[in-house]
C-alpha cells in the first residue's frame, strides 16, 4: 500500500501520485537534465519533497531563514527582493514555472531574498542535503546544476547592465525580450502573454518609476510596437524589440 501524505484543506494523495505526476510534469525538462536514464531518474524522483501551494502575496521564504531546501516552480509566479539599507524593497527577479528558487542561498546556507508569490502558484521542494548526495552518483545531473548556477550568475550580470548602461527605453525592451523567450521555452506564446507583476514592481526591477512604466507602455502602444489590455501585453513588433534590447535600433530618449 502506498504511503499517504495530506495537505492542509486537501484530500490524500498518495506518494506514488505526486512522483508520477513529477515525471510527468511539463516544465521537468526545465528543472530536470536531459539524458538521465531510467534508474538515475528514479533516484532523483524519490528525493523531491512534497508539493507545497503557495498563495498569491505569501512568503514560500524570508531572507536570513535557514537554507535547507531548493524550490521548483511547478506552476505560477514569484518576485524575490531584498531590503536595503533604507528599509527600502528592492526587488532581484521574478521567476515562472520551471525555475528554481534559492540558488544563492547555497554559499551562506541562508536565504539572502524573500520569496513571493505573485499569483496562486505551487512549487516541488527539492533538499539540498539529499541532492548533494545524488550529485556523487549521478554526474549528469551534477553537470546540469552547474549550469542552471551559470545562467543565474548570467542573468545577475544582465540586471547589473540593465540598471547601469541602459536608457529607460531599452531596459523596458530588455524585460519584453527576455519575458518572451522565457514563455517561448515553456510552450506558450512569445508574442502574448501576462504581466503577472504589478506596474510598481516592474518599475522596481528596472529602476524607474511608476509613472515611467506607464509612459513606456503608452509609446511603446502608441509606436505599434505593442498592445496592451490591462495587464495583457501582445507584441506586435518582435524584430524592433529585439533590436532596441540590443541597442542596435536607438529610439529617441523619452521625454
Not at 515553456?186 to 503577472?196: A, C, N
Request: net charge neutral; proline share 3%.
Amino acid at each position: 500500500m502506498s504511503q499517504a501524505i495530506h495537505f492542509p484543506n486537501s484530500a490524500p494523495v498518495s506518494l506514488g501520485a505526486i512522483k508520477a505526476s513529477c515525471a510527468a510534469c511539463s516544465m521537468h525538462q526545465l528543472c530536470l537534465p536531459m539524458g538521465l536514464d531510467d534508474a538515475d531518474i528514479n533516484r532523483l524522483d524519490q528525493i523531491i519533497g512534497s508539493r507545497r501551494r503557495i498563495n498569491r502575496d505569501e512568503r514560500l521564504y524570508a531572507m536570513g531563514e535557514p537554507f535547507r531546501s531548493l524550490y521548483a516552480v511547478r506552476y505560477g509566479h514569484f518576485k524575490t527582493y531584498q531590503i536595503n539599507a533604507a528599509g527600502e524593497q528592492q526587488i532581484t527577479g521574478f521567476q515562472m514555472a520551471g525555475e528554481l528558487l534559492g540558488m544563492d542561498a547555497i554559499s551562506g546556507d541562508r536565504y539572502h531574498c524573500d520569496a513571493v508569490a505573485l499569483e496562486d502558484s505551487e512549487v516541488c521542494e527539492i533538499p539540498f542535503a539529499r541532492l548533494e548526495e545524488l550529485f556523487g552518483h549521478v554526474p549528469t545531473l551534477l553537470r546540469h546544476f552547474h549550469r542552471i548556477m551559470s545562467q543565474e550568475i548570467t542573468r545577475e550580470q544582465n540586471v547589473m547592465l540593465l540598471l547601469g548602461n541602459m536608457r529607460a527605453e531599452q531596459r523596458f525592451a530588455v524585460f519584453l525580450v527576455n519575458l518572451s523567450a522565457r514563455y517561448a521555452a515553456r510552450g506558450y506564446s512569445s508574442t502574448e502573454f501576462g504581466l503577472r507583476m504589478s506596474r510598481e514592481d516592474i518599475g522596481n526591477y528596472l529602476g524607474l518609476t511608476i509613472e515611467s512604466v506607464s509612459r513606456l507602455l503608452s509609446r511603446f502602444k502608441k509606436q505599434g510596437w505593442i498592445e496592451v489590455d490591462k495587464r495583457e501585453v501582445k507584441l506586435l513588433d518582435p524584430v524592433k524589440l529585439k533590436a532596441i534590447a540590443a541597442g542596435t535600433d536607438q529610439c529617441a530618449p523619452m521625454s
